[in-house]
């Protein structure tokens, strides 16, 4: 008697980032890209609310690798991090969460759309005497105020780095398809 595999049990589950206006680019790009690189390789369950616990647990023990990922394209940029006074981040302690502003999931079928909520932020403030602008363009980021909304990864926020501060934003959706 020969042995049938069950749908469930052939599906190959693979994760993709989306392209364009739904992918982020520069160093949060390279922590997002790492990221796929983890979950694609984690057996997801086809309910929504395992999937998402599965790709959060992974969220959660890639923190240090993310963390690691920004702090070395930082030192790349900028090269002496005496020059920083902090690394402040907003998305690495975020949970993800299944997309319900796009609309990306309204069309159900076997792929779901996952996405941090809220942008992704990096804020990089720099000392008094250092001109934190000639470092904005090479990082992705522009000139603004820090916000301390997230946790810091180098250094300590300081509010008054005032707008000395380069500020990366980006956002990212991540699809598990199960074709």
Do not use: C
């Amino acid at each position: 008697m020969k042995h049938v595999q069950l749908f469930e049990q052939f599906v190959n589950e693979k994760a993709y980032r989306m392209t364009g206006m739904y992918t982020s680019k520069g160093i949060i790009g390279k922590v997002m890209q790492a990221f796929k690189k983890q979950i694609e390789k984690i057996q997801l369950d086809w309910i929504e609310e395992a999937a998402l616990e599965e790709v959060n647990d992974a969220w959660e023990a890639f923190y240090d690798a993310g963390s690691k990922i920004i702090l070395d394209e930082v030192k790349k940029v900028v090269k002496d991090m005496d020059q920083v006074v902090y690394v402040h981040v907003s998305g690495l302690n975020k949970k993800w969460r299944a997309d319900d502003v796009n609309g990306l999931n309204s069309q159900r079928s076997s792929a779901l759309y996952v996405t941090v909520p809220g942008d992704f932020v990096i804020n990089i403030g720099f000392m008094d005497d250092v001109d934190g602008s000639k470092f904005a363009k090479k990082l992705g980021g522009w000139m603004n105020t820090g916000i301390q909304i997230g946790e810091d990864i180098y250094g300590k926020y300081d509010s008054k780095v005032g707008y000395n501060n380069v500020e990366i934003r980006d956002t990212e959706f991540i699809m598990i398809d199960g074709k």
